[in-house]
């Protein structure tokens, strides 16, 4: 799999792939024990859900987690994040995820589309391959919190226009909720970023978890 250096804000959006083992089902542990029937959640998406160079405890979905169980919520959250992923791979692998799955979750958190986006491909592709998975996470009854992503200004008004058009539209659509783009700490902070200069580290991790745990808690409570 692919590593990728470009960024969304001029050079520096971090990328949404990079070389990894491959996808974590790793669940953190429970620190607090929250009380109450648990909410089961999927995270599926690319590296800055596998968690690329860190301890799956640190990456993003057990970090979030961890937030989230802290404040009382009972929720446990799989990891099924894939470095270097595209809306088409997460389009293909989606049915073996769901199905290996020995309860099914009662949300989805779905973040694709910056490989697409960092790759050039067509955000018409992109949106066909994002509608197909919103429309089988309807199908099976779970709820969609859609991860936006933003495009390079390097790529033209025009492709930023049809890429970033496509969140707002599929979570109108499917009822969905929108995490806005939660790498955008890390554009600001480079100390956030690994010595890659693309990914984040554990307190970059952590701040993205910051950004977007208030959208999340609302969704799911």
């Known amino acids: 799999m692919k590593k990728f250096v470009s960024g969304v804000v001029a050079a520096l959006l971090l990328s949404a792939c990079g070389q990894d083992s491959g996808s974590s089902q790793a669940r953190t542990a429970d620190p607090d024990r929250p009380v109450g029937q648990p909410t089961f959640v999927l995270a599926f998406g690319d590296s800055l859900f596998a968690g690329y160079n860190l301890p799956q405890s640190a990456a993003y979905p057990a ?8 404040r009382g919520l009972n929720v446990r959250i799989q990891n099924a994040g894939v470095s270097g992923d595209t809306t088409s791979a997460g389009k293909q692998r989606m049915a073996f995820v769901l199905d290996s799955m020995t309860v099914q979750p009662d949300y989805a958190l779905v973040e694709f589309g910056a490989n ?27 709820e969609v919190l859609l991860y936006e992503m933003k ?33 955008e700490p890390l554009i600001f902070d480079r100390s956030l970023v690994q010595r890659d200069q693309v990914h984040p580290t554990e307190d970059g991790v952590k701040a993205m978890v910051e950004e977007t745990v208030d959208v999340v808690e609302d969704a799911i409570d």
Do not use: H, W
């Not at 970090?63 to 802290?70: D, G, M, Y």
């Open 63 to 70: 970090q979030l987690e961890q937030a989230l169980r802290q």
């Open 116 to 142: 697409d986006m960092l790759r050039g491909l067509s955000p018409d592709q992109a949106r066909q391959n994002l509608d197909a998975i919103l429309a089988e996470m309807d199908r099976r009854g779970i």
């Open 151 to 183: 495009a390079a200004p390097n790529l033209g008004r025009d492709y930023a226009t049809r890429f970033e058009s496509i969140y707002p539209d599929l979570a109108e659509k499917y009822d969905a909720t929108v995490v806005p783009f939660f790498i």
